[in-house]
């Protein structure tokens, strides 16, 4: 038994595990700073009770494994498999690579609207439970100001010159919040090489432990809301191809035909059967992206080196005066002088929606807040489907949002948290718990034969290691 007024503290960060059958979400907390190669140990918090451990008994992650490993590999397995990431991948990849936090973006300047903006910011922001706001809830403000001076600007001056300094202001502001994501990237790319490479080696880990699906499967939806390059990053270093509705080589174009696109190869000596190509994954960017713009009444992506020094000098190689910030197509700027403002952001959501809302799929959100309510709302209705799943990783919850969410949608069988420092940490949950990131017929193969052998009647520990730990389930 652990002297627990010794050890409290000790305690450091609390953990939130709720997966296989598993009723109520179970918290558990480290009892020690891990040492080197250590594994870190935990215990149940005294109000937590669960099936797998005792109260007062210490275990690490040779105990959870089992658990969790063998649960994300089967809901991996699923006919249909959506990645939602958020912005905790970008700061995990950062911190990785750096050992720093991300550049935050801070607060926009808007001059003489200052004032009437952060007010308008902090009552929407507090409406989704986001706080006092952000510079993302500034921009928005901002561009519902700007339309109304507009259309007032048709019988009064003083609207038109308050319009004009705020359109000013609003693309300097615009230029600053891309160029504080591109301070993200320039961070990893500046980093030392074994860094660097330590960072990437994770990140393609991550990535292929769900893109890793045979040809039989349909394709991994990997659907972001972030503004950065990390995930295209990680793709190219690991040879992924994504598909987005992007179509063209030196500027690309957004087209509506995304789902007519995909790519295939026909298997040595069948003819007339060609099968998926493996590593494809379908891409969409939800928010937009630091290197979208609009030009000439369509959406280009502009050619950005990941880690680029600036912004700018990128918008005007499209060859226009007109062509400014004013023009980035990221989530809070879109465009409001458009017809088409809701252009592409609806098209983007219409995937999202079509791609979740099915049966028998599972949809793994990482590194999301749940601070987005039309996102919620679709994984609400997602979870009304009975054969549907939902699997939370998250570093932390300081605002409680995801376990508000949790209670929130009840449908609690259905949903699975990994959440906390380690079963929500990036390099943990790559180590310990993700699936098998390589599509590896040899190790499935292995565990047929093991099974065959000594059968299925074993301890939890056997029965384990006899289990696949890999997403190739196709024919033997």
């Known amino acids: 038994m652990i002297n627990n007024s010794a050890e409290e503290s000790k305690i450091i960060v609390k953990n939130i595990l709720k997966c296989r059958d598993d009723h109520k979400p179970v918290l558990f907390t480290s009892i020690k700073e891990p040492q080197d190669s250590e594994a870190p140990e935990f215990k149940l918090l005294e109000a937590s009770g669960c ?13 959870l494994r089992p658990r969790i490993e063998p649960w994300l590999t089967a809901l991996c397995q699923s006919e249909h498999l959506s990645l939602l990431l958020g912005s905790g991948l970008s700061h995990a990849v950062h911190r990785l690579g750096t050992g720093k936090m991300l550049p935050g973006m801070g607060k926009g300047d808007f001059g003489d609207e200052n004032d009437v903006i952060n007010a308008e910011a902090a009552r929407s922001a507090n409406i989704t439970g986001r706080g006092d706001g952000n510079i993302e809830d500034q921009i928005r403000a901002a561009n519902e100001l700007l339309r109304g001076l507009e259309i007032l600007s048709l019988k009064d001056k003083d609207a038109a010159k308050r319009a004009s300094a705020l359109r000013l202001k609003l693309t300097d502001v615009l230029a600053t919040f891309a160029n504080d994501i591109l301070l993200g990237e320039q961070g990893v790319i500046e980093a030392t090489d074994e860094n660097r490479e330590l960072a990437f080696n994770y990140l393609v880990s991550f990535l292929m432990s769900f893109a890793s699906r045979t040809g039989t499967r349909d394709r991994l939806n990997i ?32 087209r ?15 003819r007339g059967e060609p099968r998926y190509l493996e590593g494809v994954a379908r891409f969409t960017k939800l928010h937009g992206s630091l290197d979208w713009v609009e030009y000439n009444r369509n959406i280009r992506r502009a050619g950005v080196p990941f880690g680029a020094t600036g912004i700018n000098q ?136 093991l099974k065959s052998r000594w059968g299925t009647n074993q301890d939890e520990k056997q029965h384990t290691i006899a289990a696949p730990t890999t997403q190739a389930e196709d024919e033997i």
């Not at 099936?51 to 105990?63: I, M, R």
């Open 314 to 449: 990128y918008l005007k190689s499209f060859g226009s005066a007109k062509t400014d910030a004013m023009r980035l197509m990221v989530y809070p700027n879109a465009a409001k002088d458009r017809e088409t403002a809701l252009y592409p952001y609806v098209e983007l959501f219409r995937d999202f929606a079509a791609a979740a809302c099915r049966p028998n799929h599972t949809l793994i959100a990482f590194g999301y807040s749940f601070g987005d309510e039309h996102i919620n709302r679709i994984i609400e209705d997602m979870l009304t489907i009975p054969s549907t799943h939902l699997v939370v990783i998250s570093y932390d919850d300081p605002l409680g949002r995801i376990i508000g969410a949790y209670e929130k949608i009840g449908r609690h069988a259905q949903i699975s948290l990994l959440i906390g420092d380690h079963v929500g940490g990036f390099q943990s949950l790559i180590d310990n718990y993700l699936p098998k990131p390589a599509i590896d017929r040899t190790t499935f193969r292995m565990a047929e034969l």
């Open 223 to 254: 659907f972001t809301t972030n503004y950065d390059r990390f995930i295209e990053a990680g793709a190219e270093a690991s040879g992924m191809h994504l598909l987005d509705r992007f179509v063209g080589s030196l500027a690309p174009i957004f």
């Open 51 to 63: 099936s797998w451990a005792k109260s007062g008994e210490t275990f690490g992650p040779d105990k």
């Open 256 to 270: 509506s035909s995304r789902l007519d696109l995909d790519m295939h190869y026909n298997p040595p000596g069948i």
